[in-house]
């Protein structure tokens, strides 16, 4: 997405029944993003069952580091 002409991500966790969970708005795209953005979504919402991603590969990168 655009904002002030300058482009931006859109970070988005999802439950099982569409509803969504946590928004997240980042100027980068890489695995410290996607670090920040689990942190924030698991504090916030607890432990999820499954991770389902779009196949980004910062998401195995950050579930790695996260522990």
Known sequence: MRINEEMHYLWRAVDHEGE??????????????ALRFLKKALKRHGKAEKI???GLRS????MRDRG
């Open 59 to 62: 998401y195995p990168a950050a």
């Open 52 to 54: 389902v991603t779009d």
């Open 20 to 33: 969504i969970l946590e928004s997240y708005v980042t100027k980068t795209r890489d695995n410290a993003a």
